[in-house]
């Protein structure tokens, strides 16, 4: 198991940006595919992105194309989500998991989160 801890969630009008880090263990981050998801209020937890092990490959979800950007830093044991242009509907709490090979399926148990609140 992987631990992570996620941060950088907050308040933010429509419209403006935030950067989550997710922090995890392990002495072999740079192997793990990684990824990031949401759970809004009353919804199923939903794939968000997720990034290849060298971060040359990065999928998205439809909803965040184009305004959501994943990175790593392998030499931090650190994966990042920049959001821009925020919709209130972004509002969620972020999850940020390793992700089973060639699936958008997390791998581990969750962290704890960060919350994201997009006021209109």
């Known amino acids: 198991q992987v631990q992570l801890v996620e941060s950088g969630g907050g308040l933010v009008q429509a419209g403006g940006s935030l950067r989550l880090s997710c922090a995890a263990s392990?002495?072999?981050?740079?192997?793990?595919?990684m990824g990031w998801f949401r759970q809004a209020p009353g919804k199923e937890r939903e794939f968000v992105a997720k990034?290849?092990?060298?971060?040359?490959?990065?999928t998205y979800a439809d909803s965040v194309k184009g305004r959501f950007t994943i990175s790593r830093d392998n030499a931090k044991n650190t994966v990042y989500l920049q959001m821009n242009s925020l919709k209130p509907e972004d509002t969620a709490v972020y999850y940020c998991?390793?992700?089973?090979?060639?699936?958008?399926?997390?791998?581990?148990?969750w962290g704890q989160g960060t919350q994201v609140t997009v006021s209109s």
């Open positions: 998991n390793r992700i089973l090979p060639g699936t958008t399926t997390p791998a581990d148990d």
């Open positions: 392990g002495r072999t981050f740079s192997s793990y595919l």
């Open positions: 990034i290849s092990t060298t971060g040359l490959f990065k």
